[in-house]
C-alpha cells in the first residue's frame, strides 16, 4: 500500500486513553438542570405514569429531590407546580404564597447553592390549561403579559435565581425584563424559552404537571414545527428585548434550529430534552431493546455538539451518577 496517500483519521482511535485525550464534547453534572414537579399535599411521591422515573413530591419530599441532586455534583434545577386550585387567570402561579414560590424560599434556605429556575408561565394554574387569558376563544396576547410580568417578580421575590418564560406571548421578555428592573431585581436573569414549538413530544409533561388544554391547542402561540427562519426571528426578538440565555425546545428533532440559534447570538444556549425524548428511551430500556447509559449519553452529547452550554432533563442525576461512577 506503500504507493498510496491517504490520511490515518484511525492513528486517533487507538485505545480509550487516546479516544479521551481527544474527545471534543463532554458532559458534566454542572450542564444539567434537573426538573422537579411540586405537588400539593403531604407525604406524596407519585410517579408519572408515562415517565418511568420521575415524580411529583410534595414539600415533605421536596429537599430529599434536592439533596439527591446535589450530592450528585448538579447545581441548577427548574420547578413546576401542580395545584388543584385553579382559575380562569391562573392566579395561583403568581400568589406570594403559591407553590413555586414556596418551594423556592425552601429550595434557597436549605441549599443556598443550588440554583432556582422559576418556569414563568400560567398553564398549570388556568382552569382552560392554556398559558394566558382567554378572550373570544383565544389566548389575549397583551393581556396575558401583565400576569405573567406579576409572576416573575414573585417568582424573583421567593430567591428564584434565573427566570424562565415559557408562553410564546409576543414581547413577553421585554415586559418581563422591565418588571423585574421595576422592582429591583436588575441582577436576576431571563432563561428565555426563545424556540418552542408546538409539539407533540410534550406529552407525557402534561401528565406530570396537570397542564393539557382543555379545548384547541396552543398552535397560535407555540411555533410551527416546519419553521426554521421563524425561530431566528423569535431569538433575535427576545435577544433585543433583554434575554440572557435562549431556550431551544424540543432538541431531538430541533438539532439544525440549536445550532443556528448558536452561531448567531452569543448568549448561552439551552436544550430542553422534553417528556417525550424521555419516555420514548425510558421505554425502549424497560423492554430491554437499547442500552439506557449509552443512548442517553449518545443523546445528550449530541445535544451540546448541535450548540447547547445547557440541558433541561429529567435523565440529570442518572447522567450524573453515571459520571460520577466512570470518574
Same mark, same amino acid.
Given at each position: 500500500m506503500s504507493e498510496f496517500t491517504f490520511d490515518r483519521h484511525r492513528r486517533l482511535r487507538s485505545s480509550v486513553s487516546m479516544r479521551a485525550l481527544v474527545q471534543e464534547t463532554h458532559l458534566r453534572a454542572t450542564d444539567f438542570i434537573y426538573p422537579i414537579f411540586v405537588i400539593e399535599g403531604e407525604d406524596i411521591r407519585n410517579e408519572v405514569p408515562s415517565?418511568?422515573?420521575v415524580y411529583q413530591v410534595s414539600f415533605d419530599h421536596l429537599l430529599e429531590e434536592v439533596e439527591d441532586a446535589f450530592q450528585l455534583g448538579i447545581r441548577s434545577? $427548574?420547578?413546576?407546580?401542580v395545584v388543584e386550585a385553579k382559575d380562569e $387567570?391562573?392566579?395561583?402561579a403568581f400568589h406570594d404564597h403559591g407553590i413555586i414560590q414556596e418551594a423556592t424560599r425552601m429550595v434557597k434556605t436549605a441549599y443556598p447553592e443550588m440554583l432556582v429556575v422559576a418556569d414563568t408561565c400560567l398553564c398549570e394554574y388556568t382552569s382552560h390549561g392554556h398559558c394566558g387569558v382567554i378572550e373570544n376563544g383565544d389566548v389575549a396576547? !397583551?393581556?396575558?403579559?401583565?400576569?405573567?410580568?406579576?409572576?416573575a417578580v414573585s417568582q424573583a421575590k421567593a430567591g428564584a435565581d434565573i427566570i424562565a418564560p415559557s408562553n410564546m406571548m409576543d414581547g413577553f421578555v421585554t415586559v418581563i425584563r422591565h418588571a423585574l428592573d421595576e422592582a429591583g431585581f436588575h441582577h436576576i436573569p431571563i432563561m428565555s424559552y426563545a424556540v418552542k414549538y408546538a409539539s407533540a413530544y410534550y406529552g407525557p409533561f402534561r401528565d406530570a404537571a396537570d397542564s393539557t388544554p382543555q379545548f384547541g391547542d396552543r398552535k397560535t402561540y407555540q411555533m410551527n414545527p416546519a419553521n426554521r427562519l421563524e425561530a431566528i426571528r423569535e431569538a433575535k426578538s427576545d435577544i433585543k428585548e433583554g434575554a440572557d440565555f435562549l431556550i431551544v425546545k424540543p432538541s431531538l428533532s430541533y438539532m439544525d434550529v440549536m445550532r443556528e440559534v448558536k !452561531?448567531?447570538?452569543d448568549v448561552p444556549v439551552v436544550a430542553y430534552n422534553v417528556s417525550g425524548?424521555?419516555?420514548m428511551i425510558k421505554a425502549a430500556a424497560l423492554n430491554g431493546w437499547i442500552d439506557e447509559k449509552k443512548l442517553v449519553t449518545e443523546t445528550l452529547l449530541s445535544m451540546k455538539r448541535a450548540g447547547a452550554e445547557l440541558i433541561i432533563t429529567y435523565f440529570a442525576k442518572d447522567v450524573a451518577k453515571w459520571l460520577q461512577e466512570d470518574n
Open positions: 415517565m418511568p422515573g434545577l $427548574i420547578l413546576f407546580g $387567570i391562573g392566579s395561583e396576547n !397583551d393581556a396575558s403579559l401583565e400576569l405573567l410580568a406579576k409572576t !452561531d448567531r447570538f425524548e424521555y419516555s
